[in-house]
């Protein structure tokens, strides 16, 4: 199964960025990297996903080393509501389809 | 909205009594799966469909069995929970089953066997 090295908590304060990273040294040239994050007492929901070069949507910044074994989730000016647990991703093709292997993930704590 | 529903929210069970936890889409979204939450073992793949009609195992199939007779339905049964089953459960969909479909979860089921 591919592996992703996440730290298991980071702080951040109201309104300054966050740089959450993500080892991912076992990486295939074919696999997408995915974002996910979970909020207290919901299910998780997709922030961002990428393959080679960096990303944004609304939510997030996604850098990606140019040896694509790291990578970094940026947000961009972190809100009380971005305190939550962020996973990094790669998918598993054990079987024919996109399982996700969730790890523990990183848990994001923003001050006021 | 689109969204995936999951029912009961909570639900406290005694050991062998079956029970099913409903998930329903409204995407029309082809690929369904089911995870279970644990402390310090992140998610886990429990089951997951293809299409209808179409299921196979994920990770940790053991004591689950699941059923996919409409597209929009994907209900987990338990034929005889055990205390070893006590989880946060999620449903997910997504459109196709490749790997870079964004996944949709519910808000999650959580189970208590006793």
């Known amino acids: 199964d591919a592996k992703t090295t996440q730290p298991n908590s980071m702080e951040s304060n109201e309104e300054e960025p966050v740089h959450l990273p993500c080892n991912h040294s076992t990486i295939s040239g074919t696999d997408y990297i995915h974002w996910y994050r979970q909020l207290p007492s919901q299910g998780p929901e997709y922030v961002i996903h990428?393959?080679?070069s960096n990303v944004n949507n609304r939510m997030a910044s996604l850098a990606i080393a140019e040896d694509r074994k790291s990578s970094t989730l940026i947000l961009h000016r972190a809100t009380l509501r971005d305190a939550a647990v962020y996973y990094c991703i790669l998918p598993d093709y054990g079987g024919a389809t996109n399982k996700l292997i969730f790890g523990t993930g990183t848990l994001l704590a923003v001050q006021p | 909205e689109a969204q995936v529903t999951q029912n009961p929210r909570y639900l406290i069970t005694v050991t062998g009594k079956k029970l099913t936890v409903t998930c329903s889409q409204n995407?029309?979204?082809?690929?369904m799966s089911w995870y279970r939450q644990d402390p310090g073992l992140g998610l886990r793949q429990i089951y997951y469909s293809m299409n209808v009609e179409v299921t196979d195992k994920g990770d940790v199939p053991e004591g689950y069995k699941v059923s996919r007779k409409e597209k929009r339905n994907f209900p987990l049964i338990l034929e005889s929970p055990s205390p070893n089953q006590t989880s946060l459960y999620f449903c997910?969909?997504?459109?196709?089953?490749?790997?870079?479909?964004?996944?949709?979860f519910g808000p999650g089921t959580r189970l208590t066997v006793l």
């Open positions: 997910a969909s997504s459109l196709s089953g490749i790997v870079y479909d964004t996944q949709y």
């Open positions: 990428g393959l080679t």
């Open positions: 995407m029309n979204h082809e690929y």
